[in-house]
């Protein structure tokens, strides 16, 4: 935003600092000048100024005036909005305003026998046409010229109807559908019926808050003019403005929040320049205003201040002096708020919010006010007291120890945007329809907090690929969000994601693609880190209503620990693969890390090694197809025989004779004791003992 040092020091004739000066003490104060531009003798200097979206009340000449009248204790020149009386009129303009939730006041002022031309020629002291040239600010004619003065000036957007093609009077209202309105950009806009709009009693006029129409704009020929000024609600401007692709300097401003007593100001404003060129003012202004919205911007009620909670909040300042009572009354009161105070012995306020600071809401905001202007630089360079230590999160071991073995998996770690699209959500949303919208969101690609961490590590891989990256392994430990708007779940997950080659370890073990039982491996690794008694991988129940489509049906598996389910892992389907341009086969798994930490970590400890000679026994078994491995697991571990200190599937055998529907397994056992050889009488036992849980897990001993 530029500002210029000759308009601002206009409202402030007993500031003697020179402009470099005042440049740094507003920067201190958090009214950053990014830059300064020398404009010659006379003319001062211009600022390059960056104001934060909650300061619009500072988006001008006079808001950072104010600032720099506080800062230093010097007064304050008023607006100039002294006009001629206005002369009566026989029936005062209609103003209704039917959209009240978006539309919070609204001013009118009839001005006639207006002559439209260039400002310079007729504005006394040529400020309009000597600020306007020092911005490089392009003058168009009295009336524009005389709207855009107001919002440089003080910063109210104003608008100047051509009052002779207005039929009957004004109604601020929401568009009907299939109203259809040229705006001044010379494109004809087909309205939404959500659209706030400016009409008379046949027609749209303009986008409230945002442009005029082109039906009603000023001409050369225009004699009678309409000056409106109005308060608009911000989100009904932003909404507006976004669904038409308009940013302009007035929906800059009402988007972030005007100042609901500016209208009649500005309103002035624009009436003294153009009544330069001759006319007179029919009828007094016209005001409508919705009482709910003046309450809750212009009239909120005070908030209470203490200066105990100064002193207890800001500490000590390098000043001897320190924040004193009369230094948070000049400081407030400079800033426009109004001062009472309350009895009491020690001293407190209670202090009236002004209506252009609609970010000042509570106690702490005054304070932070306070310590603002007074100076951050003033304050001792000490550190808080502090006498806790630092506390990890509860589930900090749990999440290290996770991270430790991706790391050591050859997976790295990633970062992705907490939004995703409406569209990647609803593929990927562990349960239906919980996707929580954004009221606000930055684009369609992130309109929803993610439900899911998978979009980001699918896009990861994409980027990679596309950018000749083949060998690729991600993951990434982030929060997901369920719910709805009004109540939000969030919780703690894992999604990783494998693509390309697995590394050559030697000559005898070349690098091959990276498949699925490669990535199981790796869940696996990061399971056995919790101690859980029954762990299992299985399809997705049909019933359950969660089977991820966009996963391979044969080549994915859910993840079933102490009877939960904690995740899920397999290949992408190919026609999602093929969506996002992917031709490898990309291996993507997620786990439920807030079931996960539930589970105590599994401390490792040393043990001796068994002097004694283990023994390995095999069991041929034939099972039906359906019965997978980790029912034979489960049977194996269910039997919690010391002795059994190992045992794994050895081979798989398919053949016509078995029959149609069985397979052979081969599964070996090994048993062995800490302080004893066994006996042939104790194998027999342990024998006998497994082969009766794996035949109530469906197998049967082959002969």
């Not at 539930?598 to 019965?627: C, H, M, N, T, W």
Request: charged share 25%.
């Amino acid at each position: 935003m530029k500002i210029l040092t000759k308009w601002l020091r206009s409202y402030l004739p007993e500031l003697a600092l020179s402009d470099a000066q005042l440049a740094e003490d507003l920067t201190l104060r958090g009214i950053a000048v990014e830059g300064i531009f020398d404009l010659g003798a006379g003319n001062g200097s211009l600022y390059e100024m960056d104001i934060t979206t909650n300061r619009v009340d500072a988006m001008n000449h006079y808001g950072i005036a104010r600032e720099a009248a506080t800062i230093y204790g010097l007064a304050l020149r008023p607006l100039d909005r002294t006009i001629p009386a206005a002369s009566p009129a026989a029936k005062s303009l209609s103003v209704r305003i039917e959209a009240e939730e978006a539309c919070g006041r609204f001013t009118a002022r009839v001005l006639r026998g207006i002559t439209i031309g260039n400002s310079r020629d007729w504005f006394p002291g040529a400020e309009v046409s000597t600020y306007f040239g020092l911005l490089e600010q392009k003058q168009i004619s009295n009336a524009v010229d005389a709207t855009n003065f107001a919002w440089l000036a003080m910063g109210q957007p104003t608008h100047a109807f051509d009052l002779d093609k207005i039929e009957g009077g004004i109604i601020v209202r929401r568009a009907r559908k299939g109203e259809k309105l040229k705006t001044l950009d010379g494109v004809e806009r087909t309205l939404d019926p959500e659209d706030l709009i400016v009409a008379d009693h046949a027609k749209p006029l303009g986008l409230a808050g945002v442009i005029g129409g082109w039906d009603t704009m000023i001409t050369p020929d225009t004699k009678n003019v309409l000056v409106e000024a109005a308060w608009f609600e911000p989100m009904a401007v932003r909404r507006t403005a976004r669904r038409h692709g308009l940013h302009t300097d007035a929906s800059h401003r009402f988007e972030r929040g005007a100042d609901f007593n500016a209208a009649p100001v500005a309103s002035a404003i624009v009436s003294r320049i153009l009544l330069a060129s001759g006319g007179h003012i029919q009828g007094d202004l016209v005001d409508v205003r919705v009482p709910a919205w003046e309450s809750r911007t212009a009239n909120r009620p005070p908030i209470a201040l203490a200066l105990s909670e100064v002193h207890r909040i800001l500490g000590k300042t390098e000043d001897k002096g320190g924040i004193s009572a009369p230094l948070v009354e000049s400081t407030l009161t400079g800033l426009g708020c109004k001062l009472a105070s309350t009895a009491s012995q020690a001293p407190s306020w209670q202090v009236g919010l002004p209506s252009w600071r609609l970010d000042l809401e509570r106690e702490i905001d005054l304070i932070e006010e306070v310590a603002r202007v007074y100076g951050y630089n003033r304050f001792a360079n000490t550190l808080p007291a502090f006498g806790e230590g630092v506390k990890a999160l509860p589930w900090a071991e749990a999440e290290s120890t996770v991270r430790r073995t991706l790391l050591a998996a050859g997976f790295h770690e990633a970062i992705a945007s907490t939004f995703c699209s409406a569209q990647e959500a609803a593929l990927t949303a562990p349960i239906p329809g919980q996707v929580v919208p954004l009221g606000n969101p930055l684009s369609e690609e992130a309109g929803v907090l993610r439900p899911s961490l998978v979009p980001g590590r699918l896009a990861a891989v994409a980027d990679n690929l596309h950018r000749d990256v083949s060998d690729i392994r991600l993951f990434e430990l982030g929060t997901v969000f369920s719910g709805t708007t009004e109540k939000v779940e969030e919780r703690p997950t894992l999604a990783f994601a494998a693509v390309g080659a697995l590394p050559d370890q030697s000559s005898l073990h070349p690098s091959r693609t990276i498949e699925f039982h490669d990535l199981k491996g790796v869940v696996e690794q990061v399971l056995s880190r919790f101690q859980m008694r029954t762990v299992y991988f299985d399809r997705f129940p049909p019933e359950s209503g969660l089977v991820p489509t966009w996963l391979h049906p044969y080549r994915s598996a859910r993840i079933v620990a102490e009877g939960l389910t904690v995740g899920w892992f397999g290949q992408l389907h190919p026609n999602q693969a093929a969506a996002r341009k992917i031709k490898e086969p990309v291996l993507v798994g997620e786990l439920y890390l807030d079931r996960l930490y539930k589970l105590p970590l599994r401390k490792p400890a040393a043990g001796e090694i068994s002097r004694f000679q283990p023994v390995r026994r095999d069991f041929s078994l034939v099972l039906d197809q359906s019965i997978p491995w980790e029912r034979i697991d489960l049977a194996l571990a269910s039997l919690q025989i010391p002795e059994l200190v190992d045992w794994r599937a050895r081979e798989v055998f398919r053949d016509a004779r078995l029959g149609a529907h069985d397979y052979a397994l081969l599964v070996s056992a090994t048993f062995q004791a800490p302080d004893r050889t066994l006996r042939d009488e104790e194998l027999q036992s342990f024998q006998s003992r497994v082969l009766e849980a794996v035949s109530k897990a469906g197998a049967r001993l082959r002969t």
